[in-house]
T-cell receptor, first 112, second 115 residues
Framework: QKEVEQDPGPLSVPEGAIVSLNCTYSNSAFQYFMWYRQYSRKGPELLMYTYSSGNKEDGRFTAQVDKSSKYISLFIRDSQPSDSATYLCAMSRAYGNNRLAFGKGNQVVVIP | DTAVSQTPKYLVTQMGNDKSIKCEQNLGHDTMYWYKQDSKKFLKIMFSYNNKELIINETVPNRFSPKSPDKAHLNLHINSLELGDSAVYFC??????????????FGPGTRLTVT
């Protein structure tokens, strides 16, 4: 079983729709959770960074962490064509070397 | 200002050659990392340095050797390049190795093609 599971998609939505992405993980030691956005041929860009369970909102983006279910989500409201990218979840343990375990990435296409 | 920069952006070389990729961060971070992204876009850690000390050395061939001359720089040298080394290599940095300032910021990547 992989440490982090993420359905690669692709996911196509009309402009203005809510995009819902999620990852599951197997290691209960993960405490720090991140979402990255990666445009084609660019580096991953940090979108959201959360610690432990709970919600975090930043503009049109909301990240949720449910440690009891080992499940994290990213929601994008009022999606725009510029949101078309690959979204990667990543997580690390509370202690140790801060090695990030990544999901495979989820390709999102927002159709104008 | 570019936070994490890498050179070169593209690298095309032949099998058997030796090449280096350079990374610099101007964020004042203590920890730097090298990741490899394969053709399926999966990102995997290779190395990390904290204050010039090697912290992570994943199972990579010893043809790959990182070097950190100072906290702001982390270079990757690859000897005897093989076809399977073709990938995109990303450098990243974080303020801390532990604690809450551990989020990692990535560079633009170096696309290595071995022919």
């Amino acid at each position: 079983q992989k440490e982090v599971e993420q359905d690669p998609g692709p996911l196509s939505v009309p402009e203005g729709a809510i995009v819902s992405l999620n990852c599951t993980y197997s290691n209960s030691a993960f405490q720090y959770f991140m979402w990255y956005r990666q445009y084609s041929r660019k580096g991953p860009e940090l979108l959201m960074y959360t610690y432990s369970s709970g919600n975090k909102e930043d503009g049109r983006f909301t990240a949720q962490v449910d440690k009891s279910s080992k499940y994290i989500s990213l929601f994008i409201r009022d999606s725009q064509p510029s949101d078309s990218a690959t979204y990667l979840c990543a997580m690390s343990r509370a202690y140790g070397n801060n090695r990030l375990a990544f999901g495979k990435g989820n390709q999102v296409v927002v159709i104008p | 200002d570019t936070a994490v920069s890498q050179t070169p952006k593209y690298l095309v070389t032949q099998m058997g050659n030796d090449k280096s990729i350079k990374c610099e961060q101007n964020l004042g971070h203590d920890t730097m990392y090298w990741y490899k992204q394969d053709s399926k876009k999966f990102l995997k850690i290779m190395f990390s340095y904290n204050n010039k000390e090697l912290i992570i050395n994943e199972t990579v061939p010893n043809r790959f050797s990182p070097k950190s001359p100072d906290k702001a720089h982390l270079n990757l040298h690859i000897n005897s390049l093989e076809l399977g080394d073709s990938a995109v290599y990303f450098c990243a940095s974080s303020q801390d190795l532990t604690g809450d300032r551990r989020e990692q910021y990535f560079g633009p990547g170096t696309r290595l093609t071995v022919t």
